[in-house]
Structures are given as structure tokens and as C-alpha cells.
């Protein structure tokens, strides 16, 4: 008998909370996986990777793998655009491929990055009373925010 179940979605400020400081709550997490008999998946930041693999039977139990950072290309260029239009900004915002290149490279490729440039960005233009970001507010971006560094440790 094949019985579906709903995927259930956990953001990583839970699985934080669940598993920091509190090593029982990843043996929960695991007996209920297996009574259920569901494959658990956990995605996350760098912060919730470090947390799940705290626990050694968690590190025996999951594959840590990192995400390939953003590439030139539709794919890209889609989410920018999604994002731009999300942005509380009384005029539309035209990039152009200068501008969508500036993102990738200030942004390092990074989804976290672009999502803090595009709303430091953004926030700065409703503050200005200009309105929409241009291509010329990513080039003097570097004042506004630095990107999160990729490699901490370097």
C-alpha cells in the first residue's frame, strides 16, 4: 500500500531553535522520521548546517551540501527581476544587463547577498525619494552594504 504525506516545511530559524542547545531535539526529530518513515530534508543557512551537524548521530545521518552560487543567465536574471518586482518602490526598476552583472558580481553570487544588496538598495531609494534602484546605485553599493562573506574564515 503506497500512502502519500504532505512534505512539511521547516524555515532554518526553527531548525536553529530546534537543535541549538538542546541535543535531544535532534533525536525527536530523527525517531519521528523514522515512525513516519519519511526521508527528513533540511535546508538552510550556513548557521542551521552547523547546528544539524552538531549532533554526531545527526552528522551520520545527513549530507551537508552547499548550494552552486549564481551564474549569469534567465535563471538569474528571473529571480532578479521577481525580487525588483517585490521592492516597495513607487517606479519600476530597469537594470539592464550592466546592472544584472553588477548585482552577480557585488552580490558574489551569493542568494543571501542579493537579497541584502537588492533591499539595502531599495531602502536607500524610498529614503532618497528616488524610487527605483538603477544600475549607477549598484556601482555605488559598496557604501551601502558589504555582501556577507562567503568564507568567514578567510
Excluded at 16 to 41: C, M, T
Excluded at 49 to 69: I, K, N
Excluded at 94 to 114: E, M, Y
Aim: charged share 25%; aromatic share 6%; proline share 6%.
Amino acid at each position: 500500500m503506497i500512502v502519500r504525506i504532505a512534505p512539511i516545511p521547516c524555515s532554518s530559524e526553527s531548525i536553529l531553535h530546534r537543535f541549538r542547545g538542546a541535543r535531544k531535539g535532534g533525536v525527536d526529530w530523527l525517531i519521528s522520521g523514522n515512525e513516519l518513515r519519511v526521508p527528513l530534508v533540511c535546508l538552510g543557512t550556513r548557521e542551521a548546517r552547523e547546528a544539524l551537524l552538531s549532533d554526531p548521530q545527526l552528522v551520520r545521518r545527513f549530507e551537508g551540501f552547499e548550494l552552486p552560487r549564481w551564474q549569469r543567465g534567465e535563471e538569474f536574471y528571473g529571480l532578479v527581476n521577481t525580487l525588483l518586482r517585490t521592492l516597495p518602490l513607487r517606479r519600476p526598476s530597469r537594470l539592464g544587463t550592466k546592472g544584472f552583472d553588477q548585482v552577480l558580481v557585488r552580490a558574489d553570487g551569493i542568494t543571501a547577498n542579493i537579497f541584502t544588496l537588492m533591499t539595502t538598495l531599495a531602502v536607500a531609494a524610498i529614503r532618497s525619494g528616488q524610487e527605483e534602484i538603477t544600475a549607477a546605485d549598484i556601482r555605488r553599493s559598496g557604501a551601502l552594504a558589504a555582501p556577507l562573506d562567503a568564507n568567514p574564515s578567510s
